[in-house]
């Protein structure tokens, strides 16, 4: 066997291994926890409102599941786009099951 | 010697990628970084979606909202008797809640309404605030805040209360009696929960309206049915079930509109670069090496089983790079940079701690678009080469 076979095998086994440790490693502190679980649970029914604040810039990104069609236009029928957040979040689909669609 | 694995080409192999060394770092370079980016953008809406998943099934079944002239109003609270004597609906509801836009620092908070700390409220409360005295609570003019609204109301100098300017311009004080524990940040970062009466007097909504009303329903079946009623009832009214939350949950990202659409293009674009590069034709000298080895008794398959080592050598260990970089600069360094183009631009933003989940269905489509594709654009050129004849080749 040459050094370069075994440079190969040196470096094939370390990288399983930080893939296997750091998936190991990320598992075990970033999964949620039960009692996680438990308060997103307790706050979900006692507030009813799911939609994550990542994005608080307009109410039909905000809570989008809740929104309806007409807060769309609110900045201007044409302007559908107007933050740069509703490139990323689609605005919630059942919005547009009522007989008169907006495009998308 | 076993004719199916020669350990003798594998070492060729590993010769052959260091011989071209500047060429093949460049190439296992731009891999990894492209199976980097995708998956890491892919890994953040991923854990994004399981995030709202956990949660969606605590959600009461029906949320009941009034629509005029296309545009959400508030519903007058007279229809919860009738909602309620509507057999199957256990429980009817009525919320409080809406934006409250704070000037100074140009932020929105979730401002949600409940029934002034009723016990079964106070029970649940308890567990997710981090301070334990919910008995002041009970106080009409105290508030439950989320870790971001207390970022930013701190920055403003607010540390035991905040001054609401309610509809007509008067202050309204309102004390700071918690706030909800770091493992809501995501839900909760911009909510403030406070008594349904103060939301009344902050929004400047009559008493006798409210902004949605939630129904449970015991028995699942009937949800249609109940929805049938109710739009006979009120044809005004717009029922949002939680399955079509759960669905909506399920279309967040819209493909169509854009950005993910432009990361992937530009991926692919890079991606095909390499690929038309060396599919375009091998080099003369990696020609004149074909010929060599052929003049030296290789036969076509032991060729192709080199190049076919030597590609997937390359690309196998930029996947496995990629892969190991995304997880850490998603799940460690909770994807600086990127995280930007989740977050929006407001001024609250939320701690972009998301929960590991990984999706190996999309590891391995990933893993089928980057590997084979790179093995193929590596083997076709080297096939067409080494079917020509030594002395043609090398001359």
Redesign the interface.
């Known amino acids: 066997m ?1 050094q ?2 075994r440079i ?1 095998i040196f ?2 086994f370390m ?2 291994l ?2 296997t440790c ?2 190991f490693y ?2 075990t ?4 926890t039960q ?23 307009a ?1 039909y ?6 929104s ?4 769309f236009f609110a900045e201007g029928p044409e302007l559908l ?1 107007y ?12 919005l547009n099951t009522a007989p008169t669609q907006i495009a ?1 | 010697m076993n004719r199916m694995f020669n350990f003798s080409l594998i070492e060729y192999a590993l010769l052959s990628i260091t011989k071209r060394g500047s060429k093949n770092i460049f190439i296992f370079f731009i891999l990894t970084l492209l199976i980097f980016l995708l998956s890491s953008v892919l890994m953040i809406s991923d854990a994004i979606k399981y995030e709202l998943q956990t949660t969606v099934s605590h959600l009461p079944e029906i949320t009941l909202q009034r629509l005029q002239a296309g545009k959400q109003v508030n519903i007058p609270v007279q229809r919860l008797d009738e909602l309620l004597s509507i057999e199957g609906v256990q429980t009817a509801i009525p919320r409080v809640w809406g934006y409250y836009y704070f000037k100074a620092a140009g932020v929105n908070f979730s401002l949600v309404g409940i029934d002034a700390y009723e016990d079964q409220y106070k029970t649940s409360l308890q567990n997710i605030v981090d301070e334990h005295n919910m008995s002041a609570l009970e106080k009409n003019n105290a508030m439950l805040i989320g870790s971001g609204v207390q970022k930013v109301l701190q920055e403003n100098y607010y540390q035991d209360f905040f001054n609401f300017v309610t509809f007509d311009g008067k202050w309204q004080k309102v004390f700071i009696q918690g706030t909800f524990h770091s493992d809501l940040s995501l839900e909760a970062n911009d909510i403030i929960l406070i008594s349904k009466t103060l939301a009344h007097s902050i929004f400047g909504m009559p008493e006798t309206e409210v902004t949605d009303i939630v129904l449970k329903i015991a028995n699942l079946r009937e949800i249609s049915t109940i929805i049938t009623k109710i739009n006979n009832l009120y044809p005004d009214m717009r029922a949002i079930t939680k399955d079509d939350i759960r669905v909506s949950y399920q279309n967040i990202f819209d493909y169509k509109s854009g950005f993910f659409l432009t990361l992937f293009m530009v991926s692919a674009f890079t991606f095909f670069i390499i690929i038309y590069d060396k599919a375009s034709g091998l080099s003369s000298e990696e020609k004149k090496e074909v010929g060599v080895l052929k003049a030296l008794g290789w036969s076509i398959d032991d060729i192709l089983k080199e190049r076919f080592y030597e590609s997937f050598i390359l690309s196998l260990f930029a996947f496995i790079l990629g892969i190991t970089f995304s997880i850490g600069y998603v799940f460690i360094l909770d994807a600086p940079l990127l995280r930007d183009i989740f977050i929006g631009y407001s001024q609250l933003k939320p701690s972009f701690h998301l929960p590991f989940y990984l999706n190996f269905g999309m590891v391995a489509i990933l893993f089928f678009l980057s590997v084979p594709v790179y093995v193929a654009a590596v083997i076709i050129p080297s096939w067409r080469a080494s079917t020509l004849d030594a002395d043609e080749v090398m001359r």
């Open positions: 040459t370069i076979s190969f470096i094939s990288s399983l930080v893939l750091e998936y990320v598992r502190t970033r999964t949620l009692s996680a679980l438990e308060k997103k649970a307790l706050f979900t029914s006692s507030v009813g409102l799911t939609d994550l604040s990542l994005v608080t810039e109410r990104a905000r809570h989008r599941s809740l309806d069609v007409f807060s786009e933050f740069p957040s509703t490139f990323v979040y689609h605005h919630a689909p059942l998308p």
